[in-house]
């Protein structure tokens, strides 16, 4: 009854609870943004526990980030009592992958102690075989192939299984043979790409299906966040679980037929298209799992009906939508309106931004509650700038990381030899890092014998070094190298794995070489290798903290601090602020070109799926902003507003006056026609009747705008105007 009812059931609307209760056979749960998907999720695995139908070990469940798993698991933590020790299959995709792995690799034919390479090893390992295959590698970019073999990992596809057409597609008809030829190296070198982590265990539980077997039993329960944005592959391995094994004798437990997975996501959603994710797998799910139960929720727990408003408006403009209703209760007079605001150039955008986030501090919101989710990372920068500038805390995620400087990779390329010696990508990528007159040509020789041989470099290199064909100062260097790493192996088992860094980085010589370095950024370079020896501190183990960077994309050093979030749209999934910003709502840019041009419809559908996305983030405030002017590759071009704006509701927006240092930048014409959208409210054909006082600027706007015009008499797309100032810009 209900005065039984456990206290997380309590907090719940009926439909919220029916999929939380809905403990036998397959679930969907379809519902737009915030309507408490993710917390069904969590508070399902804690009813589970509660009611003691699995142990912690016993549930599969997908996050689609690091930070969204760590999170779930303080939830569910809090939900039933603080009694959860670990629950070792919540993760993502990729790192319950490593997982399967690690515990089976020799089914794949790996060692347990395999390398996971980052997309900077995937390049230069293409780049070998490329070369060595004697194709041109400019007119056939190892980058380029790299990303084909995504796309087909994305789809689970090994070399035997790629369309003859996709083979054709990379230098006339070899795209099989070098996706072939890069397994078998990655197999040598004992490793494997991101793709590879959901691709080897699907292989391997194909080709074993005892395996298989033992891990279809143990998970009683399957539970998947963010469905819509799955991939192939990914499907593959739900589904591989997800099937239930046949009964036997003196088997005991339960025993349905249908599988109790519970997937929920929101077609509007769906954001990765561009990675491989298929929406139809969400639209299907109803086939796949016969008699499914599909919840929908309705009611929006999130946003102020203005914001709920103008995102639903928005994504209206979609076609092919399952389509859904979402309402609010929170309806307060005080709620502000979505705002749209006008800057003349990006800077002029941060400083605006920065300005508001000073006035909100001031009115005691938390910068915790900020965030500022941008299309395109390299718009990060300005903000970062100016956040610095005005002393205000910012923390990026998912962005461009410490671990990608160059010092951390190179040192970290020196604890991944002494962990795994068979990585000849690191080893290649310091074996003359410090310099130790390894020349280019002592270095092709010692890939020659490691070739010849099929050993790792390392290996060769005692090999090469008991030889005479090296120069002796080479072999000398060669030989004392080999003999270090020998040594730091030696003390892996025994020494914390700070010490062992800090040694290695001393001995080697690598930490000298910065501390001898005189260019400018030396300094901040020997600061960072500082961090990284912090940083492993904390950590069991060098190996343990090898595995932890390579899966933790998203890691956040210093989450006790209050800050604004600075993020791209694509990682703001699942989040939620109090007040969200949202830059650069110009044509060419939101929509991106590239999607555009590559997408056709659906690319523009993504879009705007992204844009819905983004603004469902916000609970209280969003505010949207475009600039007139902004340099893209390092050209000034010219820009229009994005046509998003142009489908938000007049109801739920308003155009911000913005007092700002230059006054009226805001009373940009509104109503003028002629646009290619009809009547536009943000058309800024009008120069704005700002007080800019420079003379240049004013050219620089007629011209822009001049430009403009012409073009938008012939044109019926919608691409972004080029209107070059050169290297200095508008002002
Ligand atoms: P998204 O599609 O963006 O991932 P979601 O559907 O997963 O959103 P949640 O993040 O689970 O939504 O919930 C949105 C917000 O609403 C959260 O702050 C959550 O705590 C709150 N919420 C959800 N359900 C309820 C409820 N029944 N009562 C009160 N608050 C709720
Ligand atoms: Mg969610």
């Not at 999929?19 to 943004?33: E, K, N, Y």
């Not at 192996?489 to 860094?501: N, R, S, V, Y």
Request: charged share 30%; aromatic share 8%.
């Amino acid at each position: 009854g209900a005065a039984a009812q456990p206290d997380y059931l309590r907090g719940l609307n009926p439909e919220q609870a029916e999929a939380v209760q809905a403990i036998d056979g397959p679930v969907l749960v379809l519902a737009g943004a915030g309507t408490g998907k993710t917390r069904v999720l969590t508070t399902r695995i804690a009813h589970i526990l509660n009611l003691g139908l699995a142990y912690p070990s016993q549930i599969f469940a997908v996050t689609f980030t690091n930070k969204a798993a760590r999170e779930m698991k303080e939830r569910i933590a809090l939900l039933v009592g603080g009694a959860v020790e670990g629950m070792p299959w919540l993760g993502t995709f990729h790192s319950i992958g490593v997982k399967f792995l690690r515990r089976h690799a020799e089914l794949v034919g790996l060692r347990s102690d395999f390398t996971i390479l980052d997309t900077d090893d995937v390049v230069r390992l293409i780049k070998q075989l490329i070369q060595a295959e004697g194709i041109d590698d400019k007119r056939w970019p190892a980058r380029q192939f790299a990303s084909m073999i995504d796309g087909w990992k994305n789809k689970g596809l090994a070399p035997a299984d790629i369309p003859e057409g996709d083979s054709r597609a990379f230098a006339n008809g070899k795209g099989r043979a070098l996706f072939a030829a890069y397994q078998a190296r990655l197999q040598t070198l004992n490793a494997c790409d991101f793709g590879d982590l959901l691709c080897h265990p699907i292989r391997m539980f194909r080709n074993h299906p005892d395996v298989l077997k033992e891990y279809q039993r143990k998970f009683r329960f399957l539970l998947v966040d963010e469905y819509q944005d799955t991939n192939t592959a990914q499907y593959m391995l739900l589904r591989l679980l997800a099937q239930r094994p046949a009964a036997e004798d003196g088997d005991t437990g339960r025993r349905e037929n249908a599988p109790n997975i519970c997937c929920v996501g929101d077609d509007d959603q769906s954001i990765y298209g561009w990675r491989g994710a298929e929406v139809e797998n969400i639209l299907r799910f109803d086939r796949d799992f016969p008699g499914a139960k599909v919840v929908r929720l309705e009611r929006n727990y999130r946003s102020s009906e203005h914001i709920l408003g103008a995102a639903g408006h928005l994504i209206s403009h979609n076609e092919g939508r399952l389509g859904k209703t979402l309402f609010t209760d929170r309806r307060d007079p005080d709620d502000d309106r979505v705002q749209v605001h006008a800057a003349w150039d990006s800077e002029e955008e941060a400083r605006a931004v920065g300005e508001e986030i000073e006035q909100l501090q001031r009115r005691d919101v938390r910068l915790n509650d900020m965030a500022i989710l941008v299309r395109a990372s390299f718009q990060m920068r300005e903000f970062e700038e100016r956040f610095v500038t005005l002393g205000l805390n910012y923390r990026v995620i998912g962005g461009p990381r410490f671990y990608e400087r160059q010092e951390i990779r190179d040192a970290m390329a020196y604890f991944r030899v002494v962990c795994q010696p068979a990585d000849d990508l690191a080893f290649g990528r310091i074996v003359n890092v410090p310099k130790r007159g390894l020349g280019e040509a002592s270095v092709r020789l010692l890939h020659d014998h490691a070739r010849a041989d099929d050993k790792p470099m390392l290996a060769a290199a005692q090999d090469l070094v008991g030889t005479d064909e090296l120069k002796p100062r080479a072999r000398k260097s060669l030989s004392d190298v080999t003999e270090q790493f020998a040594r730091w192996q030696g003390l892996l088992e025994t020494m914390p794995g700070h010490e062992l860094a800090e040694v290695i980085l001393e001995e080697s010589g690598y930490t000298e070489m910065w501390q001898n370095d005189r260019s400018a950024d030396a300094p901040s370079r020997l600061e960072n290798l500082k961090e990284l020896i912090e940083t492993i501190s904390g950590f069991e183990s060098l190996r343990a903290f090898l595995e932890h960077v390579a899966l933790v994309m998203d890691v956040d050093t210093n989450a006790d601090m209050d800050a604004v979030s600075l993020m791209t749209l694509h990682s703001a999934k699942g989040l939620e602020f109090d007040t969200v910003f949202l830059p650069g709502w110009e044509e060419g840019l939101f929509p991106h070109q590239r999607a555009l041009d590559e997408g056709g419809r659906s690319g523009l559908e993504e879009e705007r799926r992204l844009a819905y996305v983004g603004l469902t983030r916000a609970k209280r405030r969003c505010h949207i902003w475009f600039v007139s002017n902004r340099r893209i590759h390092g050209l000034w071009q010219s820009t229009i507003p994005s046509r998003f704006l142009d489908e938000l509701p007049e109801d739920h927006v308003e155009v911000a006056e913005t007092d700002g240092q230059y006054g009226g930048y805001a009373s940009y014409g509104r109503g003028q026609s002629g646009g290619p959208y009809g009547a536009s409210r943000f058309d800024r054909a009008e120069p704005f009747a700002g007080n800019y006082q420079s003379p240049g600027w004013r050219r620089a706007q007629q011209n822009a705008t001049s430009a403009t015009r012409e073009n938008w008499g012939t044109r019926s797309g919608h691409a972004v105007e080029r209107v070059a100032y050169g290297e200095s810009g508008p002002r």
